[in-house]
T-cell receptor, first 114, second 114 residues
Framework: DGGITQSPKYLFRKEGQNVTLSCEQN?????MYWYRQDPGQGLRLIYY???????QKGDIAEGYSVSREKKESFPLTVTSAQKNPTAFYLC?????????????FGPGTRLLVL | AQSVTQLDSQVPVFEEAPVELRCNYS??????LFWYVQYPNQGLQLLLK????STLVESINGFEAEFNKSQTSFHLRKPSVHISDTAEYFC????????????WGAGTKLIIKP
């Protein structure tokens, strides 16, 4: 089955710790995205990538970093600089980065701070 | 700046009753409009989208939405809801002013009462 996988499902972060969220897709999509979801606020774009070895900041990139070394993988690191990391993180992909493209979402990772 | 407003954070309805979830957007250029659905503790999936042509678009599970340019709206309707429709529904818009990134509404939780 083609799709997007995210791991882990739940992640706990200690004070001052960096954590990495995994996102893998086998849809052969060029574009990948990371969103943060908070209650009552909809989705906010953290980073996106249109092609391997290239990525751009979204609306709330501060305190986060990404890499795109392989087409199928787009990991997100939540750094210690992100002071309010508790949220539901969603990874998505689309065939291209055109405005008409449907985005396909993974099941999400819930990050909690200890 | 472009924005998407979902006027109702929650909409409770009885099973088999009709429902309308409202979505308004602000944009002065041509837009592409989307409705995504998120079932509890899952990622989002596309419900339907308007790109061009007929202003009425339908999904395979009985939902429909109508693009109204003069009222800048894209309301989602279903004539008879089922308990399985319990989910959160997100409206999203993209156009050239957002660099074709999706701008998301805050979401509307559809609560089906038996």
């Amino acid at each position: 089955d083609g799709g997007i996988t995210q791991s882990p499902k739940y992640l706990f972060r200690k004070e001052g710790q960096n954590v990495t969220l995994s996102c893998e897709q086998n849809l052969n999509h060029d574009a990948m995205y990371w969103y943060r979801q908070d209650p009552g606020q909809g989705l906010r774009l953290i980073y996106y990538s249109q092609i391997v070895n290239d990525f751009q900041k979204g609306d709330i990139a501060e305190g986060y970093s990404v890499s795109r070394e392989k087409k199928e993988s787009f990991p997100l690191t939540v750094t210690s600089a992100q002071k309010n990391p508790t949220a539901f993180y969603l990874c998505a992909s689309s065939l291209g980065q055109g405005s008409q493209e449907t985005q396909y979402f993974g099941p999400g990772t819930r990050l909690l701070v200890l | 700046a472009q924005s998407v407003t979902q006027l109702d954070s929650q909409v409770p309805v009885f099973e088999e009753a009709p429902v309308e979830l409202r979505c308004n957007y602000s944009s002065s250029v041509s837009v592409y409009l989307f409705w995504y659905v998120q079932y509890p503790n899952q990622g989002l999936q596309l419900l339907l989208k308007y790109l061009s042509g007929s202003t009425l678009v339908e999904s395979i599970n009985g939902f429909e939405a109508e693009f109204n340019k003069s009222q800048t709206s894209f309301h989602l309707r279903k004539p008879s809801v089922h308990i399985s429709d319990t989910a959160e529904y997100f409206c999203a818009v993209s156009d050239s002013s957002s660099n074709y990134q999706l701008i998301w509404g805050a979401g509307t939780k559809l609560i089906i009462k038996p």
